[in-house]
């Protein structure tokens, strides 16, 4: 038997986020920085006749409401085919933890089946089935930064050639999953005098985003939940330049002119039984 058709999903940070509104769709109009980083989730595929989905995470549905599956059956549906192959997903990005895994699984899934299935799909039509899956789902199709407008679909290079991230990162996750739908229903939007995402973050400087890079959901989800405020602490205390939560949480990530010092303190976690990650800065 060949070996089987292997993708890694990558995990994202969100170098600030502005909830400016809510649209009449339900929706939030948000503007974003999403950042793809090392940290990774692996599908793979292996030939048969009829269409399975394993998974790793046995907390994790293996059915429709998971988004692998979804993404499976949206694929074969617009390319006219019955769906084929026994599709297997090793969970490594924790999930209800802001980083995106889920999305990334998605768009990954369509990537890897387009290959695998050999269709002749468009970018363009891909990003259209990304977007019905999920909002952060057509970034994942980019393998590089990217300014998110709209509900999160709209999406443009944040620089070419593409953004590097100069310093070190810490990435925590805390033992305290935060739902979406939570988080928006305590989020107050604002579109009122927002700093420009793109140049602020192009910047680099750790003093300016100290002070004007930040994540609306931030407030009021560490006002709720103290392990979250926690591990904020603990990167702070590490000496991170920066720190603040991806997404709607709850991952915390801290950025460090020090590789050494976000090296130990990601290990320190993970000796405590904690979820952690950590990578050196991009030259």
Same mark, same amino acid.
């Given at each position: 038997?060949?070996?089987?058709?292997?993708?890694?999903?990558?995990?994202?940070?969100?170098?600030?986020?502005?909830?400016?509104?809510?649209?009449?769709?339900?929706?939030?109009?948000?503007?974003?920085?999403?950042?793809?980083?090392?940290?990774?989730?692996?599908?793979?595929?292996?030939?048969?006749?009829?269409?399975?989905?394993?998974?790793?995470?046995?907390?994790?549905?293996?059915?429709?409401?998971?988004?692998?599956?979804?993404?499976? $059956?949206? &694929? #074969?549906?617009?390319? /006219?085919?019955?769906?084929?192959?026994? @599709? *297997?997903?090793?969970?490594? %990005?924790?999930? =209800?933890?802001?980083?995106?895994?889920?999305?990334?699984?998605?768009?990954?899934?369509?990537?890897?089946?387009?290959?695998?299935?050999?269709?002749?799909?468009?970018?363009?039509?891909? $990003?259209? &089935? #990304?977007?019905?899956? /999920?909002?952060?789902?057509?970034?994942? @199709? *980019?393998?590089?930064?990217? %300014?998110?407008? =709209?509900?999160?679909?709209?999406?443009?290079?944040?620089?070419?050639?593409?953004?590097?991230?100069?310093?070190?990162?810490?990435?925590?996750?805390?033992?305290?999953?935060?739902?979406?739908?939570?988080?928006?229903?305590?989020?107050?939007?604002?579109?009122?005098?927002?700093?420009?995402?793109?140049?602020?973050?192009?910047?680099?400087?750790?003093?300016?985003?100290?002070?004007?890079?930040?994540?609306?959901?931030?407030?009021?989800?560490?006002?709720?939940?103290?392990?979250?405020?926690?591990?904020?602490?603990?990167?702070?205390?590490?000496?991170?330049?920066?720190?603040?939560?991806?997404?709607?949480?709850?991952?915390?990530?801290?950025?460090?002119?020090?590789?050494?010092?976000?090296?130990?303190?990601?290990?320190?976690?993970?000796?405590?039984?904690?979820?952690?990650?950590?990578?050196?800065?991009?030259?």
């Amino acid at each position: 038997m060949s070996d089987p058709l292997i993708r890694y999903a990558p995990a994202k940070l969100n170098l600030g986020l502005h909830v400016l509104r809510r649209r009449v769709d339900g929706y939030h109009e948000v503007a974003t920085v999403l950042f793809p980083i090392g940290w990774h989730d692996i599908l793979s595929i292996e030939p048969t006749d009829a269409f399975g989905f394993s998974c790793s995470d046995p907390t994790l549905p293996v059915d429709e409401r998971n988004l692998c599956v979804r993404a499976a $059956h949206v &694929l #074969a549906r617009k390319a /006219g085919i019955e769906p084929y192959g026994i @599709l *297997h997903l090793d969970k490594r %990005i924790p999930h =209800g933890a802001g980083l995106g895994g889920g999305s990334s699984d998605a768009a990954h899934t369509l990537r890897l089946l387009a290959e695998f299935w050999k269709l002749n799909v468009s970018p363009e039509m891909l $990003h259209a &089935l #990304a977007a019905r899956l /999920g909002s952060d789902v057509p970034f994942f @199709l *980019h393998d590089q930064a990217m %300014i998110a407008t =709209g509900r999160g679909e709209v999406l443009a290079p944040l620089s070419s050639p593409p953004y590097r991230l100069p310093y070190a990162l810490a990435v925590l996750m805390p033992s305290q999953a935060v739902s979406t739908g939570e988080a928006y229903g305590l989020v107050h939007p604002n579109a009122q005098q927002r700093p420009d995402l793109a140049s602020l973050v192009r910047s680099n400087d750790l003093e300016r985003w100290r002070r004007e890079l930040v994540n609306d959901f931030e407030a009021p989800i560490l006002a709720r939940y103290p392990k979250i405020r926690q591990a904020r602490r603990v990167l702070l205390e590490a000496g991170a330049g920066y720190v603040v939560m991806s997404g709607s949480g709850a991952a915390v990530y801290g950025v460090f002119e020090d590789t050494e010092a976000a090296r130990q303190i990601a290990e320190a976690m993970q000796d405590r039984g904690e979820t952690a990650w950590w990578a050196p800065g991009e030259v």
